[in-house]
């Protein structure tokens, strides 16, 4: 019973949102030892509705669970090469704090910060969902409990080396504090979000969730094989990965940790009422508390809202979109997080291109001669063509081209624009360079997803990226000509970047690219309203984690 003791302890300490009255003591959990008498995430199945995600059935409750793994994996890839990123500029870290930080020193300590950031709330919406497994009986519910506990220590465990680590490093440096402290709506990032960041990694409620937590961990191992856990490929990973990253969370807490607790007690107590945006705060974990599960698979967007920007859709056209609490790119700064190339379907190339004479005069210039746009691209791609012109999942014809976690892939609607936000954006090219972008687009399908955002490779593509290489400007394509950015040392493209120079663009006879739709989600309102230019110049300046959107 000491266990179990141990994980109420825990879960009463973890504050859970304030929206939801305390919960009554469940029955003591029988100790799992005790002999046996019991996804830029793909949505879960359509039984999957139930409000929490315990009282999911057992086969949808088992896969979405294996995604988050997934996803942990990535994050903790992800904290693990900013680490090194940091190691290499440790000079800039621990430059003397009276000599202040050239601009260009400021981007890469701002960058790498909203990196950080966006790893840390990303783990964080992992470990909140299944943060109530101490509730679910170990022995009548093995699954449930066992890969509950899995995630909600594999997470936490995460957080605290990487957060603990990344605090030590700024600690007492009044010039970098303050400067991580400012907002930035140019990578998505609140005013005191570190100093909110730190309340929370280095609080001792999150350090007595450590201890209780690595406690159980070495007395779970018996759920784990019953409920089948230990057989997937990813658990003895999360294992692993629980037990070096509380070393290191361990070592740091016992270092600095009573200093970092006294500071962060006098921070809580002071600013009790203040407005949250790390999702494990008060705001947003009250709205998430509510929402959290309810929302996997039911966009804000309804397909009756898709069909009508569908109509407005040309072949070329660039889409950005976002889903709250399943963004893709994570790691990347900005409220949008994701990018698409809309190609149509076959009858719309025909309509858009076959009758432009400069399409034409292009494709006389190419093996066969071909006479068509659809010709040239099932000679080039017959495969690609086959699968292009059949339907998706879903029944519907294929319309997109976008790279995703299983790679660059033909989507339809329902995957590509049956979401929470949809930004539509027309490139002012020729027809003759969207043909030619498209063309692009269709070679690059089905490469892997680039999870290093390595803008220097064609071997794997991120989602900007396959935008970007479509449409980059060449001898023979204007193309769309957009800058990388610096985001941790590392030149790439976040999504919220095409956005921004939409805006900078817009009031210049020379822009780029033209509106065409936004579809604006509203939390509050579990919907979508139709938003216009102004909202959506004006969108990717939104805090990233700041989702709540009223």
């Not at 979405?64 to 190691?87: C, H, M, N, P």
């Not at 009250?286 to 966009?299: L, N, S």
């Not at 746009?373 to 999942?393: C, N, R």
């Amino acid at each position: 019973m000491l266990a179990t003791s141990l994980l109420l302890a825990q879960l009463t300490l973890a504050s859970p949102p304030p929206s939801q009255a305390p919960a009554p003591a469940p029955a003591p959990v029988a100790a799992p030892v005790a002999a046996p008498s019991q996804a830029e995430a793909p949505r879960p199945a359509p039984e999957a509705d139930a409000a929490n995600i315990y009282d999911w059935d057992d086969e949808a409750f088992t896969a979405q669970a294996q995604r988050d793994l997934e996803s942990l994996q990535r994050y903790a890839t992800g904290l693990r090469g900013l680490q090194e990123q940091i190691r290499k500029n440790l000079a800039l870290y621990n430059q003397k704090q009276e000599l202040p930080y050239s601009p260009e020193q400021k981007q890469t300590l701002l960058s790498t910060w909203a990196a950080f950031f966006d790893y840390f709330a990303s783990t964080e919406v992992i470990r909140q969902r299944y943060w109530d497994f101490v509730k679910v009986p170990a022995l009548t519910q093995p699954k449930k409990h066992a890969w509950g506990f899995l995630l909600t220590h594999g997470a936490l465990t995460t957080i605290l080396a990487h957060g603990l680590t990344y605090a030590e490093l700024t600690n007492g440096k009044k010039q970098l504090e303050v400067l991580l402290d400012e907002p930035s709506s140019d990578y998505g990032i609140p005013a005191r979000a570190f100093s909110r960041f730190k309340e929370k990694t280095i609080h001792v409620a999150t350090a007595t969730q450590l201890f209780t937590g690595d406690t159980y961990r070495e007395q779970i191992r018996p759920v784990l094989a019953k409920s089948g856990a230990l057989d997937f490929k990813l658990t003895p990973w999360v294992l692993q990965e629980m037990k070096e990253n509380s070393q290191v969370a361990r070592g740091k807490l016992l270092k600095r940790g009573p200093s970092f607790f006294t500071t962060a007690a006098k921070d809580i107590v002071v600013d009790s009422t203040a407005r949250a945006i790390f999702p494990v705060q008060k705001a947003v974990a009250e709205w998430m508390g509510d929402t959290r599960v309810r929302r996997i698979g039911k966009p804000l967007i309804t397909r009756e809202q898709v069909e009508k920007v569908l109509a407005k859709m040309e072949p070329g056209d660039v889409v950005v979109a976002r889903s709250n609490w399943f963004l893709s790119n994570i790691g990347l700064p900005g409220f949008w997080p994701h990018a698409e190339l809309y190609v149509g379907t076959p009858d719309m190339l025909a309509a858009s291109f076959d009758g432009d004479a400069e399409v034409k005069a292009w494709l006389a210039t190419l093996p066969g001669q071909p006479k068509t746009l659809a010709e040239h691209l099932s000679h080039a791609f017959p495969e690609k063509w086959a699968q292009y012109t059949g339907k998706d999942e879903h029944g519907d014809a294929i319309r997109v081209i976008e790279s995703i976690s299983e790679g660059v892939s033909f989507t339809g609607p329902e995957h590509a624009l049956h979401l929470d936000y949809v930004g539509v954006m027309r490139p002012r090219l020729s027809k003759k360079d969207k043909a030619q972008a498209i063309a692009r687009a269709f070679k690059y399908q089905g490469r892997p997803y680039d999870f290093d955002f390595d803008f220097f490779s064609d071997s794997t593509l991120v989602c900007t990226e396959l935008v970007y290489k479509s449409y980059a400007p060449s001898k023979d394509l204007k193309g769309i000509r957009i800058e990388l950015v610096d985001v941790a040392g590392r030149r790439t493209l976040p999504a919220n970047e095409i956005v921004k120079l939409f805006d900078h663009e817009y009031d210049q006879p020379d822009r780029q690219l033209d509106f065409v739709a936004f579809l604006d989600g509203r939390e509050g309102q579990q919907g979508a309203i139709e938003g216009d230019v102004l909202s959506f110049r004006q969108s990717y300046q939104r805090m990233k984690w700041d989702i709540a959107q009223q």
